[in-house]
């Protein structure tokens, strides 16, 4: 047989993570859960399958890149700006808080100084992938309380690459206090390393934004979605890489700035829309290759020590970011979120620890608490989020809920209208769909789940719910129990049939009506009581016959062909129009409600 470690590690892995992570659903349990188990199981320290332990963590790091790079195309250089003020100051203090907290249990075992400085060190940094992932879940990656994590992230990962290159320099001096030259040497390779990182962000910001875009352009312009998704990948791999290699810096650092000079791009979201499968699989790969680290008998070996760690993790961390961030001025919510975010320590620790024991700084029992550490922190993260989310819930008063400041979230309110046209996402078919209702006067209230159109949404007048519609607070919020239609414009079938299925269970009225792309989410979508599925193949091979038919009948009077886009405007809008008030009683629920003439 073949020998296939990479092929078995990303099988093994994935198919490991998928069982678990439904489980964990099913739980009602966070998925991450499920895949830092599967890596447990996958593992060397646990009997049965084990995946390559060399493979896994560099099949992780593309999971960061991809991360990292999906953020940068939704963050400008003016939101990273825009927080420079405390993420900079609060994560250097947060940094120091918890190398001092890591300095004093260190003593406690008796290890050094050096060490204990280094043991701090490496828990004092957030996982890119653990905070990303909790922030796009609760929509936050847009909003002020999001913005201020992932500045304070930036700085955490510079501060982690500036110590990853003076740690083997300042162990020489440490090793060797005789060598004079030692402390020169550390001065030099401090200054190179922060011009060199300097540079590279100068060069993405001045150059970079101007020379990506165009590349995406002109191989948008071949008209090749394989080209186009290869250009992305190209782009983010590829600057990552070259961050590492030619600028000391990290793959995140370095895929975040690409990502973020492409935003001003039309095509982002088409970039951010390619990546986002490969971005969720190796996302998960990164947990798997985390839970093959964790031998569990350090639990039972250490447990005082681990409890020790974890508490500097979760409560030092935390207290320290939620103590900082108020004295900025920032309300409690911003606080809490930002200090929840960062209880928790991921790949850079894995590094650095891992460097400590090469250069003989740390011992091996200080590499197991880290690893147990960053374990059982990254598993207890989303149950802090449910816990803080209960809290607001039932401790804020509504003027605290309203007293957002200028980049936070929308309070949501419910619209205060009945008898109105629910369009479930606002893309182009949705924008056009909005307009044209719009034009005829009928009531209309988009429900979108990207910031960017919400506040589009907002801006042009349109009474709209921030959300994805398949949580049912977010219909409640739209009034599905009372409006006349929903139309659904998102591109997944499969998600637009369980929104209809709820929809359908709070309105049994309503005339729904969805866009599909195969015969499969037709059947499916039609299954859970839409009244019509809309493929847009088959009105694009209709429109096409009608406008031929048309085509021929003017030659054949010799009138001349005059294919009048006003007249087929019109047209659509009519269509549509009879559609809501007619809809087809073979397929539509008893009891069917017309829709009010507009």
Known sequence: MHSTPLITTIVGGLVLAYLLGMLAQRLKISPLVGYLAAGVLAGPFTPGFVADTSLAPELAEIGVILLMFGVGLHFSLKDLLAVKNIAIPGAICQIAVATILGLGLSSLFGWGLFAGIVFGLSLSTASTVVLLRALEERQLI?????????????????????????????????????????????????????????????????????????????????????????????????????????????????????????????????????????????AVLFFVSVGMLFDPMVLINHPLGVLGVLAIIIIGKSAAALLLVRMFGHNRRTALTVAVSLAQIGEFAFILAGMGVTLEVLNRQANDLILAGAIVSIMLNPVLFTLLDRYLEKT?????????????????????????????????????????????????VVVEDTRARF?????????????????????????????????????????????????????????????????????????????????????????????????????????????????????????????????????????????PSA
């Not at 809920?401 to 419910?414: A, F, G, K, N, S």
């Not at 006003?566 to 069917?592: F, V, Y």
């Open 455 to 595: 506040e589009e949404l907002a801006e042009r007048g349109f009474p709209s719910v921030m959300g994805n519609a398949v949580a049912q607070d977010v219909l409640e919020l739209a009034r599905a129990d009372c409006a006349s239609a929903l139309l659904l414009t998102i591109p997944n079938g499969y998600e637009a049939g369980e929104i209809v299925a709820k929809a359908r269970a709070m309105n049994a009225h309503m005339t729904i009506i969805v866009r599909a792309h195969y015969d499969d989410e037709r059947t499916y979508i039609m299954e859970r009581g839409a009244n019509r599925v809309v493929i847009g193949e088959f009105e694009i091979a209709r429109a096409m016959s009608t406008l031929l038919v048309e085509n021929q009948t003017d030659h054949e009077f010799g009138c001349p062909v005059n294919i009048n886009p006003a007249a087929e405007t019109e047209t659509e809008g009519r269509s549509l129009h009879d559609m809501l008030r007619k809809p087809e009683t073979d397929s539509a629920p008893e009891n069917q409600n017309p829709h």
């Open 142 to 282: 847009e909003s002020q309380r999001g913005q201020i994590a992932i500045g304070w992230l930036i700085v955490e990962d510079l501060a982690m690459v500036l110590t990853l290159v003076l740690l083997p320099a300042a162990a020489s001096i440490i090793n060797n206090p005789e060598a004079s030259a030692s402390t020169s040497d550390l001065l030099i390779s401090l200054s190179i390393t922060i011009g060199k990182v300097v540079a590279f962000i100068l060069i993405m910001i001045f150059i970079g934004r101007r020379v990506i875009p165009w590349l995406l352009a002109r191989t948008a312009a071949t008209g090749s979605r394989e080209l186009f998704t290869l250009a992305v990948l190209v782009l983010a791999l590829g600057i990552a890489y070259a961050a590492v290699a030619l600028f000391d810096a990290s793959f995140a650092l370095g895929a975040f700035f690409a990502g973020m000079v492409l935003n001003e791009s039309e095509l982002s979201h088409r970039a951010a829309q390619d990546t986002l499968p490969l971005r969720d699989a190796f």
């Open 396 to 444: 804020e008063t509504p003027e605290e809920q309203q007293e957002e400041e200028t980049l936070e979230e929308i309070t949501q309110v419910p619209v205060n209208i009945c008898g109105h046209t629910i369009i479930v996402g606002y893309g182009r078919v949705g924008a056009m769909l909005a307009d044209k209702l719009h034009n005829k006067g009928y009531p209309v």
